[in-house]
């Protein structure tokens, strides 16, 4: 059984940033890919980002991909997202999320989930 929690979000500027980080617990292995996933009110659950065991396999969202890097610390078990120059657009819950596929990318190939942390980003 593997836990995932969220922290970092807040309320934030546009042209700001923050940073999400997500803590495992339980039973996780360094193969294991970990993902960010974000879903605002009325739209489904959108893949941000995701990063490999290694960091070998790194994938960005379009939307995200200049702005937002994410990172994994193995011996930490904790996977962070970098989240720069934000916009409203940005404002959604964000899930951490964890695969046991090599290069999963759709909410239904990863097998744990966080409780969300919420990410607000005014204009």
């Known amino acids: 059984q593997v836990q995932l929690v969220e922290s970092g979000g807040g309320l934030v500027q546009a042209g700001g940033s923050l940073r999400l980080s997500c803590a495992a617990s339980?039973?996780?292995?360094?193969?294991?890919?970990m993902g960010w996933f974000r879903q605002a009110p009325g739209k489904e659950r959108e893949f941000v980002a995701a990063?490999?065991?290694?960091?070998?396999?790194?994938r960005y969202a379009d939307s995200v991909k200049g702005r937002f890097t994410i990172s994994r610390d193995n011996a930490k078990n904790t996977v962070a997202l970098q989240m720069d120059s934000l916009k409203p657009e940005d404002t959604a819950v964000y899930y951490c999320?964890?695969?046991?596929?090599?290069?999963?990318?759709?909410?239904?190939?990863?097998?744990?989930w966080g409780q969300g942390t919420q990410v607000t980003v005014s204009s």
């Open positions: 999320a964890l695969s046991n596929l090599y290069a999963p990318v759709v909410p239904d190939e990863y097998d744990y």
């Open positions: 339980g039973r996780t292995f360094s193969s294991n890919v």
């Open positions: 990063i490999g065991w290694n960091g070998g396999y790194i």
